[in-house]
């Protein structure tokens, strides 16, 4: 199966870099490597405002990261939840793409930095991230946002989150996102997805 050029030439770069297998080391190390992994000197946009805070979720305080563009208030928000195979990834890890989709889209987005396993299992993050957008429906004032256009999204395993937490509200009759922005979500763990997978990493390999 013929790679896609874009994901030979990140293949090539990774190699390049000389960074160790993912399935060698332990999640410490995996964090390391992955931070000096996406450390590629990217460029990162300017925001009218980016602010660090945090909520409490299950007895533990998870931080956020609000990137405001310019623009009247309220604005609508996107609760961003980052990407990583629910082990990987931080708000650093994900903040220029967060602040690409704040400017773009001229809203307000909101990332997440939910807790991550093995330290801490399922579900966890799940409800991180079902706590989150509680937190800003009751903060909406307070963050410049309208707590009636509340977005959910993420790549990977962060679109997984977004998905199971809409499933969860819609399961307890609460008010639903407005829009899910799903990047790769890893949402289908069929047969044929798991042939797919180990036929990607045949492949790559």
Same mark, same amino acid.
């Given at each position: 199966?013929?790679?896609?050029?874009?994901?030979?030439?990140?293949?090539?770069?990774?190699?390049?870099? #000389?960074?160790?297998?993912?399935?060698?080391?332990?999640?410490?190390?995996?964090? @390391?490597?992955?931070?000096?992994?996406?450390?590629?000197?990217?460029?990162?946009?300017?925001?009218?405002?980016?602010?660090?805070?945090?909520?409490?979720?299950?007895?533990?305080?998870?931080?956020?990261?609000?990137?405001?563009?310019?623009?009247?208030?309220?604005?609508?928000?996107?609760?961003?939840?980052?990407? #990583? #195979?629910?082990?990987?990834?931080?708000?650093?890890?994900?903040?220029?793409?967060?602040?690409?989709?704040?400017?773009?889209?001229?809203?307000?987005?909101?990332? @997440?930095?939910?807790?991550?396993?093995?330290?801490?299992?399922?579900?966890?993050?799940?409800?991180?991230?079902?706590?989150?957008?509680?937190?800003?429906?009751?903060?909406?004032? @307070?963050?410049?946002?309208?707590?009636?256009?509340?977005?959910?999204?993420?790549?990977?395993?962060?679109?997984?989150?977004?998905?199971?937490?809409?499933?969860?509200?819609?399961?307890?009759?609460?008010?639903?996102? @407005?829009?899910?922005?799903?990047?790769?979500?890893?949402?289908?763990?069929?047969?044929?997805?798991?042939?797919?997978?180990?036929?990607?990493?045949?492949?790559?390999?």
């Amino acid at each position: 199966m013929a790679l896609d050029p874009t994901v030979k030439a990140i293949l090539e770069e990774m190699e390049k870099q #000389g960074l160790p297998g993912l399935e060698t080391l332990s999640p410490e190390e995996a964090r @390391v490597n992955r931070r000096i992994g996406t450390d590629d000197g990217q460029v990162v946009e300017e925001v009218n405002r980016v602010e660090n805070l945090s909520f409490e979720s299950e007895g533990y305080t998870i931080p956020v990261r609000v990137y405001q563009p310019e623009g009247t208030t309220p604005q609508p928000v996107l609760l961003y939840f980052h990407g #990583g #195979g629910w082990v990987l990834g931080d708000l650093d890890s994900h903040d220029p793409v967060c602040r690409r989709i704040a400017n773009a889209s001229q809203s307000t987005v909101i990332s @997440v930095e939910y807790r991550l396993a093995p330290e801490y299992p399922f579900p966890a993050a799940v409800y991180d991230c079902y706590n989150a957008v509680h937190w800003v429906r009751e903060q909406a004032e @307070v963050l410049g946002i309208d707590k009636e256009r509340v977005a959910v999204g993420g790549d990977s395993a962060g679109g997984n989150l977004a998905a199971v937490v809409t499933h969860l509200l819609k399961e307890r009759s609460e008010p639903l996102p @407005v829009y899910q922005l799903l990047i790769y979500p890893s949402v289908d763990f069929t047969k044929k997805s798991i042939h797919l997978m180990r036929r990607t990493r045949k492949a790559c390999s």
